[in-house]
């Protein structure tokens, strides 16, 4: 959530018991998590897998020193290197998604606490100005969001790469700060990207769990229109979400977008700046220790970008 800015007060916390999600979700969105409908209806816990979780320390190395529970889950030492390595990843070129170019938006940047000023400047999101970026959020143990953004980021340019796609990152901690939202958007408009996802893990309220998938509300006002982007938004996000569940076993928010997963947002600068097909992700509340046991550990990671990797193959491929 810390790109939201300051002013932002999330909803409160509505802990919702998983019978009623389930029918409520049902009622709702029949096709958009009918993976989460399945595994809400065979009482699966994969979402809770990190219960007991609450010691994971994991202070800025995902590797080291998981919980328990946790452990057997954990990104094994130099895997987040690997990932990294524009050589472990096959070339674009083959594949179903041969000339397709998906742009990965890393939310956040690890530098952006050394350049305070830099990123608290104000810019133009065509509706209101806002900061230029923010710092993200963290683990009560430190697991920097800006590190989770760019980890998640960096396996699914692997996985898509491999699908064909040419994938762009926005960033990849190349920059000393930054880009501001306003580029962000631009970077994928300028890719003619046909697909923009922007990695995210909030920073709510202890109890607050789950995933959520931002879509782009209609906007039109100053260099801002989403007209055109609204429809193809929404298909992609669901998608995503859809696949999320699927793979990670995660529920949907249980305290935003009343269990759907999905919310629409006409406030965020690079989604209403973008031309793409585009939608934000918030993968998990880094301040739930709970959540927080999924979000530092390497192999839930891995189902993350999977989910959400495929999520977007599925809507590249209609
Ligand atoms: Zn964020």
Not at 52 to 67: C, R, V
Not at 189 to 196: E, H, I, L, Q
Not at 238 to 265: C, D, M, Q
Request: glycine share 16%; proline share 6%.
């Amino acid at each position: 959530m810390s790109y939201t800015g300051p002013g932002f007060d999330p909803p409160q916390p509505r802990r919702s018991r998983r019978g009623p999600l389930t029918v409520a979700l049902a009622a709702l969105v029949p096709g958009a998590l009918l993976g989460w409908a399945v595994y809400a209806a065979v009482g699966g816990s994969g979402g809770d897998e990190g219960s007991g979780g609450a010691s994971a320390s994991a202070s800025g190395t995902p590797s080291a020193g998981a919980s328990p529970s946790a452990g057997a889950d954990d990104t094994k030492p130099g895997a987040s290197a690997s990932a990294k390595s524009p050589s472990a990843s096959a070339p674009a070129g083959s594949g179903p998604l041969k000339g397709k170019v998906v742009v990965i938006d890393p939310g956040h940047n690890p530098g952006n606490f050394r350049h305070t000023a830099d990123i608290n400047r104000q810019v133009d999101i065509g509706t209101n100005r806002k900061e230029c970026d923010t710092t993200g959020t963290a683990t009560n143990d430190g697991y920097a969001e800006a590190e989770f953004t760019l980890d998640v980021a960096h396996r699914m340019r692997t996985l898509l790469e491999r699908q064909g796609a040419t994938v762009k990152l926005t960033q990849d901690a190349d920059r000393p700060f930054g880009p501001c939202v306003d580029e962000r958007a631009r970077i994928g408009n300028k890719a003619k990207a046909d697909a923009v996802v922007s990695i995210h893990a909030d920073g709510s309220g202890t109890g607050n769990r789950g995933f959520h998938v931002i879509l782009p509300g209609a906007v039109h006002s100053g260099a801002a229109d989403t007209r055109a982007i609204v429809e193809p938004s929404g298909d992609l996000g669901e998608r995503i979400a859809g696949n999320f569940v699927r793979a990670t076993g995660s529920a949907p928010s249980n305290y935003i977008g009343g269990g759907t997963g999905l919310v629409t947002r006409e406030d965020l600068g690079g989604l209403n700046l973008s031309t793409v097909p585009k939608v934000f992700i918030e993968c998990g509340n880094m301040r739930d220790s709970k959540d927080a046991a999924l979000l530092t550990s390497g192999a839930w990671r891995q189902k993350a970008a999977q989910g959400i990797s495929d999520g977007i193959v599925g809507f590249l491929r209609g």
